[in-house]
C-alpha cells in the first residue's frame, strides 16, 4: 500500500469515525502519519472527555486498521 493510499484509506476512516465523535460535540482532526504511526488531535468534547483514551484506542485505532491494517498506533496530540 502507497502512503497515498493509505492516507485515503485513513481518511476513510476518519469519515467513518467523525458523526459518532459529533455527536457527544466532538471531532478529530488527522496530523501526520509517520510509518505506521497516525497522530490525531482530538477537538471539542472529546478534549475533556473522562474516556477519550477508550474511544482513541476502541474506536478511532480499531476503525483506521481496519481501513489500513499496516496502521499500527494512533497517538492524540494535545
Given at each position: 500500500m502507497t502512503a497515498q493510499e493509505i492516507l485515503e484509506n485513513v481518511e476513510k476512516a476518519l469519515t467513518e469515525i467523525r458523526p459518532f465523535l459529533a455527536s457527544?460535540?466532538?471531532?478529530?482532526?488527522?496530523?501526520?502519519?509517520?510509518?505506521?504511526?497516525?497522530?490525531?488531535?482530538?477537538?471539542?468534547?472529546?478534549?475533556?472527555?473522562?474516556?477519550?483514551?477508550?474511544?482513541?484506542?476502541?474506536?478511532v485505532e480499531a476503525t483506521i486498521k481496519k481501513y489500513a491494517p499496516s496502521i499500527k498506533q494512533v497517538i492524540n496530540v494535545e
Open positions: 457527544d460535540g466532538g471531532n478529530i482532526k488527522l496530523l501526520s502519519i509517520e510509518d505506521t504511526i497516525v497522530k490525531v488531535q482530538l477537538e471539542g468534547a472529546c478534549t475533556s472527555c473522562s474516556v477519550n483514551q477508550m474511544t482513541l484506542k476502541n474506536g
